[in-house]
């Protein structure tokens, strides 16, 4: 019996080595390392190569990326031809090497293009590349020179510039003392520093012009005062005189950047372009990309405009990010925009992860008017408790612990316990919103309230949804309708656009003619002589013949709808992203108010116009006959008065009685 059962010992030992010995087998053909092989560049020696002492070698990937860099690669001589040897991973690449005696910074470098546009004016730069080239193999791989550099010591016949075009029309500098130089080499004719005009009673010492070589260089000295410097330069070739005019900056002067978001999150399977508005609080401000860091040190993304490239006012931050590969759990990449003038900058980051998957979706009531999937939570105008309460499901999709943060105070929002999948992350829970019916009702109206639901994660990521109850909003004391009037007595579907898809419209309202009780346009149609309103623009009443607005409501007068102008801006994060069809303030209450940039109908034709300026809201004011004042809103929140031909269509949002 004993020799039996070490037969079958010995058996089942080794059925379990032949068991391991194929799991190994096949798990090392599952998992393949990408292979390291040796290129050589060849090319053939110049008189410029033989100056230097090494090459600056860029690898690139096959939508031009850069994948590598070598910034000082050695350059093995030979009798007949010279090559720079680097070790790379197979794919399909192409290479670019610098060859330069000087060093040079690579910090720009991100694509292809870059390599034109920091080096390729530079005479002292020759930039030689190869055509993309599959490595699988140690191989040799040709160079070829894509500008021939000229030589320094052959006289090149210089032509003549015009002395106006080597000029700028105007320097900026900032508060700090600086040399400025300007190179006057292609001027073909002789010319010299004339006289410095400064403004009435500002000091005129601060400002040095010298002659110095082929070039000019103004000397400024720092500003302390608080306020800007101005100066005028005169220059003459004995034909013209070309003025120069010199700008310096008050120090600490800074514009304020805002980024309609600061963080992405991503799960990094796919190759991705994410766009960021990067809105500056005027468009004459300036602002540019000061530093992008990964933290694995990789060169998977690109960013445009490039790094240092420099920006004014509102413009969108395009960054191309790569698919991140399946063996990386997660990275991140951390953009730094800088605004101002030194030393006072202002910086602002933006981040950027891969590998965290934490998304939502909303699913409404059945046949709900207020339904979208993401975004807020908004109940009708018309909701009942009678009716049963609502309750809203929300799924989360999510490869992390997250939990939920709100408001307790807020009573009339229940919000259940999430239920998890078993050994998972994902899972869902119920939010029930109480009617608010019976809230301080004012001219048959609840007053509007809200709140946010937060949903965050083990990294940080925070995802709001607005949970919003319309009705009216109070602004300076005053109140109003949350919403546009959409016909005679009636109100727009919805008041919150966060979360409707692009281009929905249930929020704008209708379009009436000055004086009109119905929302359509009609050419034939006269407009009252006076004002929409009855009294004064000071004492306004509600003209009941001629007002639209619900019982106990009434088209505002001008004096009143300015009270608009002055509302406290509410934070970008409660905007619509990428959206530029909404501006949103706060009520008095902290309640967020939404008014629609939806244009306005031509006096003409009745035809919709949507412009920059065209966003308009009517008041009750008469400005003459045929004119009435409006309040004209701008996309960067801007608003002001205007008058307007009554015959145009525009919406309307209602006051208090």
């Given at each position: 019996?004993?020799?039996?059962?070490?037969?079958?010992?010995?058996?089942?030992?080794?059925?379990?080595?032949?068991?391991?010995?194929?799991?190994?087998?096949?798990?090392?053909?599952?998992?393949?390392?990408?292979?390291?092989?040796?290129?050589?560049?060849?090319?053939?020696?110049?008189?410029?190569?033989?100056?230097?002492?090494?090459?600056?070698?860029?690898?690139?990937?096959?939508?031009?990326?850069?994948?590598?860099?070598?910034?000082?690669?050695?350059?093995?001589?030979?009798?007949?031809?010279?090559?720079?040897?680097?070790?790379?991973?197979?794919?399909?690449?192409?290479?670019?090497?610098?060859?330069?005696?000087?060093?040079?910074?690579?910090?720009?470098?991100?694509?292809?293009?870059?390599?034109?546009?920091?080096?390729?004016?530079?005479?002292?730069?020759?930039?030689?590349?190869?055509?993309?080239?599959?490595?699988?193999?140690?191989?040799?791989?040709?160079?070829?020179?894509?500008?021939?550099?000229?030589?320094?010591?052959?006289?090149?016949?210089?032509?003549?510039?015009?002395?106006?075009?080597?000029?700028?029309?105007?320097?900026?500098?900032?508060?700090?003392?600086?040399?400025?130089?300007?190179?006057?080499?292609?001027?073909?004719?002789?010319?010299?520093?004339?006289?410095?005009?400064?403004?009435?009673?500002?000091?005129?010492?601060?400002?040095?012009?010298?002659?110095?070589?082929?070039?000019?260089?103004?000397?400024?000295?720092?500003?302390f005062s608080s306020y800007e410097r101005i100066a005028a330069v005169e220059l003459c070739n004995g034909v013209q005189i070309h003025t120069l005019k010199v700008r310096q900056q008050m120090a600490g002067m800074?514009?304020?950047?805002?980024?309609?978001?600061?963080?992405?999150?991503?799960?990094?399977?796919?190759?991705?372009?994410?766009?960021?508005?990067?809105?500056?609080?005027?468009?004459?401000?300036?602002?540019?990309?000061?530093?992008?860091?990964?933290?694995?040190?990789?060169?998977?993304?690109?960013?445009?405009?490039?790094?240092?490239?420099?920006?004014?006012?509102?413009?969108?931050?395009?960054?191309?990010?790569?698919a991140k590969p399946v063996n990386v759990r997660s990275r991140s990449l951390s953009v730094t925009l800088e605004t101002g003038t030194y030393p006072f900058c202002q910086t602002t980051d933006i981040v950027l992860?891969?590998?965290?998957?934490?998304?939502?979706?909303?699913?409404?009531?059945?046949?709900?008017?207020?339904?979208?999937?993401?975004?807020?939570?908004?109940?009708?105008?018309?909701?009942?408790?009678?009716?049963?309460?609502?309750?809203?499901?929300?799924?989360?999709?999510?490869?992390?612990?997250?939990?939920?943060?709100?408001?307790?105070?807020?009573?009339?929002?229940?919000?259940?316990?999430?239920?998890?999948?078993?050994?998972?992350?994902?899972?869902?829970?119920?939010?029930?919103?109480?009617?608010?019916?019976?809230?301080?009702?004012?001219?048959?109206?609840?007053?509007?309230?809200?709140?946010?639901?937060?949903?965050?994660?083990?990294?940080?990521?925070?995802?709001?949804?607005?949970?919003?109850?319309?009705?009216?909003?109070?602004?300076?004391?005053?109140?109003?309708?949350?919403?546009?009037?959409?016909?005679?007595?009636?109100?727009?579907?919805?008041?919150?656009?966060?979360?409707?898809?692009?281009?929905?419209?249930?929020?704008?309202?209708?379009?009436?003619?000055?004086?009109?009780?119905?929302?359509?346009?009609?050419?034939?149609?006269?407009?009252?002589?006076?004002?929409?309103?009855?009294?004064?623009?000071?004492?306004?009443?509600?003209?009941?013949?001629?007002?639209?607005?619900?019982?106990?409501?009434?088209?505002?007068?001008?004096?009143?709808?300015?009270?608009?102008?002055?509302?406290?801006?509410?934070?970008?994060?409660?905007?619509?992203?990428?959206?530029?069809?909404?501006?949103?303030?706060?009520?008095?209450?902290?309640?967020?108010?939404?008014?629609?940039?939806?244009?306005?109908?031509?006096?003409?034709?009745?035809?919709?116009?949507?412009?920059?300026?065209?966003?308009?809201?009517?008041?009750?004011?008469?400005?003459?006959?045929?004119?009435?004042?409006?309040?004209?809103?701008?996309?960067?929140?801007?608003?002001?008065?205007?008058?307007?031909?009554?015959?145009?269509?525009?919406?309307?949002?209602?006051?208090?009685?």
């Amino acid at each position: 019996m004993m020799e039996l059962a070490d037969v079958a010992v010995l058996a089942f030992i080794g059925v379990g080595l032949v068991f391991q010995s194929v799991r190994y087998y096949r798990s090392d053909r599952r998992i393949k390392a990408k292979q390291k092989y040796l290129v050589s560049l060849l090319f053939c020696e110049t008189e410029f190569t033989r100056k230097c002492p090494s090459g600056i070698v860029l690898v690139f990937d096959r939508i031009g990326h850069l994948v590598r860099k070598f910034p000082e690669a050695d350059i093995k001589k030979r009798k007949d031809r010279s090559k720079i040897c680097c070790s790379v991973e197979e794919g399909v690449l192409s290479f670019c090497v610098l060859f330069t005696s000087r060093s040079l910074s690579l910090s720009g470098v991100y694509d292809r293009k870059d390599i034109e546009r920091l080096f390729g004016g530079n005479p002292d730069i020759l930039i030689a590349e190869t055509a993309l080239q599959e490595v699988k193999s140690d191989a040799p791989v040709r160079l070829n020179v894509v500008r021939e550099v000229v030589d320094e010591d052959k006289p090149a016949e210089a032509s003549s510039v015009p002395f106006s075009m080597l000029l700028p029309p105007e320097i900026v500098t900032d508060a700090m003392s600086k040399d400025l130089q300007i190179n006057m080499s292609g001027c073909g004719s002789v010319w010299e520093v004339g006289d410095i005009h400064y403004p009435e009673n500002e000091p005129d010492h601060w400002l040095s012009l010298k002659h110095e070589g082929e070039g000019l260089v103004i000397h400024v000295r720092a500003n302390f005062s608080s306020y800007e410097r101005i100066a005028a330069v005169e220059l003459c070739n004995g034909v013209q005189i070309h003025t120069l005019k010199v700008r310096q900056q008050m120090a600490g002067m800074h514009a304020v950047l805002t980024v309609n978001r600061n963080l992405y999150v991503t799960d990094g399977q796919k190759d991705e372009v994410v766009p960021f508005k990067v809105a500056a609080d005027n468009e004459q401000a300036t602002w540019h990309v000061k530093a992008a860091n990964a933290n694995d040190g990789g060169c998977w993304y690109a960013i445009k405009p490039a790094i240092g490239i420099r920006q004014t006012g509102t413009k969108v931050l395009e960054v191309h990010i790569s698919a991140k590969p399946v063996n990386v759990r997660s990275r991140s990449l951390s953009v730094t925009l800088e605004t101002g003038t030194y030393p006072f900058c202002q910086t602002t980051d933006i981040v950027l992860i891969q590998g965290v998957c934490f998304n939502y979706y909303i699913e409404y009531p059945q046949d709900d008017i207020c339904a979208r999937h993401s975004g807020a939570i908004e109940t009708p105008l018309d909701y009942r408790e009678a009716d049963g309460v609502k309750s809203y499901i929300i799924c989360v999709d999510s490869n992390q612990p997250w939990h939920i943060v709100y408001d307790k105070k807020a009573e009339w929002m229940e919000v259940g316990e999430p239920e998890l999948l078993q050994g998972h992350y994902d899972g869902r829970f119920v939010v029930r919103v109480h009617s608010n019916e019976g809230n301080a009702v004012r001219g048959g109206l609840p007053a509007a309230r809200s709140t946010v639901l937060s949903l965050i994660n083990d990294t940080g990521v925070v995802k709001d949804i607005l949970v919003y109850q319309g009705g009216y909003v109070r602004i300076r004391g005053k109140y109003w309708l949350d919403r546009n009037l959409l016909s005679e007595g009636k109100l727009a579907q919805v008041a919150v656009p966060v979360g409707l898809e692009e281009g929905c419209t249930l929020n704008h309202g209708g379009y009436f003619q000055f004086g009109s009780r119905s929302e359509l346009w009609t050419g034939n149609f006269t407009p009252c002589k006076g004002s929409w309103h009855a009294g004064k623009p000071e004492t306004p009443l509600r003209a009941s013949s001629l007002d639209p607005s619900p019982v106990g409501w009434r088209v505002p007068s001008y004096i009143e709808l300015e009270t608009f102008m002055s509302a406290p801006v509410a934070s970008l994060g409660l905007h619509y992203e990428d959206n530029q069809d909404n501006i949103c303030f706060l009520s008095d209450d902290g309640v967020p108010v939404y008014l629609p940039l939806c244009g306005h109908r031509s006096h003409i034709s009745g035809c919709r116009i949507v412009i920059p300026h065209g966003h308009r809201y009517w008041t009750g004011s008469s400005q003459r006959t045929v004119y009435g004042y409006s309040l004209c809103v701008e996309s960067n929140r801007r608003m002001y008065i205007m008058h307007d031909m009554k015959k145009c269509g525009f919406p309307v949002r209602s006051i208090l009685e």
